[in-house]
């Protein structure tokens, strides 16, 4: 079985899905593919596999079956599922919440900063998903009791802002899942970081749980360690000490654009994790280390903003284009960085 991984107590940017494979043994006796599925798949339902049959998330040796597909010995067989029930009581809150977007299937959500996506270690409420519940009663996976995720594909860290769709049935919970997974969603971010960043560029590498400290992620050179991760960067505006930057994410793994940054040198800025909230580039001047802390002041956290989402609509089949614009925190700091470029 392959599974993605998941530790409650951190929020991730990773896509909310389970890919499962199964091999069948050769002993096998033939029986519908839905009752085989359910037989080895936890916390799951037949309706729920027969809802992923249907919008093409079950394949047999490399083909999209239906729900009545017999398997056979040696039958390769793949699901792609939201992940299952998890045992945390979701509280329903009236928490404001900034809709881009709404129709009978999909919702379009602009997350502030210092919002955490869903309940976990630590956060039981307060969350985005605890608004969710709150104002909308007909997202995917609410009947399923204790679902901490109803309606998730993807999240975004507490203190990055910007745009998440979220499912309100099950059928678009599956059918965006499946285009996370398939890796042909649109996902861009507005990022500032520190350093003279090089003129645009990709990377490639694996990242995945620091072994000395669980809450944060690393890069791993061992292509058998972690899990492939790909970002590509240009920039879009140079202040000296630090550089404005677009990141298109090829992959959706945790904290993808953070660890990234940080492997290259420029740490994302004011990112309380991975080293952002030193003084990294610049002077020693106090006049300079106050402007710094100032800048640091507008934003709760990482200067990180989903600036960008497009995915195809999971019923009329439509490509779906948003853009949101950068926070308020965020635009101060950039306009602190541009009086500070003038003023040299």
């Known amino acids: 079985m392959i599974q993605e991984d998941f530790l409650p107590e951190q929020e991730q940017e990773e896509e909310l899905f389970e890919h499962f494979k199964f091999i069948v043994d050769k002993g096998q006796e033939i029986v519908r593919i839905d009752k085989y599925l359910l037989d080895r798949m936890p916390n799951t339902s037949r309706n729920k596999i027969q809802i992923a049959a249907r919008n093409g998330n079950v394949v047999v040796n490399g083909l999209k079956v239906k729900q ?64 969710l519940i709150y104002h909308f009663s007909r997202l995917g996976g609410t009947n399923q009791k204790n679902n901490i995720r109803p309606g998730l594909v993807h999240r975004i860290d507490k203190h990055t802002t910007g745009l998440l769709v979220i499912a309100k049935n099950d059928d678009s919970l599956t059918h965006l899942a499946q285009q996370f997974f398939d890796r042909s969603t649109e ?17 490639d590498v694996n990242i995945g749980r620091s072994p000395k400290n ?18 590509h960067y240009k920039v879009l505006h140079r202040f000296g000490y630090v550089t404005l930057i677009e990141c298109k994410l090829e992959t959706g793994r945790t904290h993808q654009i953070r660890i990234h940054m940080k492997h290259l040198g420029h740490p994302l800025f004011n990112d309380l994790e991975y080293g952002g909230n030193s003084i990294l580039k610049g002077t020693t001047h106090s006049n300079y280390i106050k402007f710094i802390h100032n800048c640091f002041n507008e934003i709760k956290g990482q200067a990180l903003h989903a600036k960008t989402l497009g995915f195809i609509h999971p019923k009329t089949n439509k490509q779906m284009h948003f853009e949101s614009e950068l926070p308020e925190g965020f635009e101060n700091v950039l306009k602190k960085w541009n009086k500070f470029i003038d003023a040299k």
């Open 214 to 231: 669980r809450k944060i992620m690393t890069v791993f050179h061992d292509s058998a360690e972690g899990k492939r991760a790909i970002t």
């Open 68 to 131: 009545n597909y017999k398997v056979k010995p040696k039958d390769e067989v793949a699901i792609v599922l939201p992940y299952p029930m998890r045992e945390i009581e979701l509280i329903p809150q009236n928490i404001p919440l900034d809709i881009v977007y709404e129709d009978e299937d999909v919702i379009i959500v602009n997350k502030p900063a210092d919002l955490v996506v869903h309940p976990g270690y630590g956060n039981y409420s307060g969350t985005l998903v605890n608004a």
């Open 187 to 203: 996902r861009r971010y507005v990022a500032l970081v520190w350093g003279d960043i090089e003129e645009g560029g990709t990377v």
